[in-house]
């Protein structure tokens, strides 16, 4: 009404339904299960192959090609962010350095929105594909670099 003093409510925030509360929850646990076997990781003092102590074979493109993969090192530089060696996982990959800072937010946040019920901020999900962007970017930027050396 014209005149009438403001209101001091806020408005409410929407409820999240319970497919987008699994969804989250579904992160929480395949993001949370990333970083716990990072931890338990040995990273490889070469910067990559890390990856094969899960029963993995060599990286494809190294044993074809005998060139790096924008992917690699990703494990072994989150294994080092992981033992708290931030600048040593920069320096191996600095896309897998990206990528486990937004899984260590990214963690609590998702698990708060799936036990609350309460939906992010509307700019939130863009504010999560820019960073998704930036650390896709950063990661082919490196892998550019690193052929051209």
């Known amino acids: 009404m014209p ?23 579904v992160f929480v646990i395949g993001l949370a ?7 338990r990781l040995q990273p490889n003092p070469t910067g990559m192959g890390t990856h094969q102590q899960l029963g993995l ?8 090609w005998g060139v790096r993969c924008p992917a690699c090192g990703m494990t072994t530089s989150w ?4 033992d708290g060696h931030w600048w040593t996982s920069w320096c ?5 350095f990206l990528f486990a800072v937004i899984a260590t937010v990214a963690v609590p946040w ?21 960073v998704l ?7 082919l930027g490196d892998w550019a670099i690193r052929l051209l050396s």
């Open 57 to 64: 074979p060599p990286c494809s493109i190294v044993v074809l």
């Open 110 to 130: 998702l698990a708060y929105l799936a036990v609350t019920g309460k939906r992010g901020p509307n700019w939130s999900l863009p504010l999560l594909a820019g």
């Open 33 to 39: 299960g990333l970083l716990v076997t990072a931890w």
């Open 3 to 25: 005149g009438s003093a403001p209101s001091s409510t806020l408005p409410a925030v929407a409820e999240a339904g319970w497919f987008l509360r699994l969804v989250w929850l």
């Open 79 to 82: 294994a080092y962010f992981t």
């Open 92 to 96: 191996t990959n600095p896309g897998g």
């Open 133 to 139: 962007i930036v650390g896709l970017a950063v990661t």
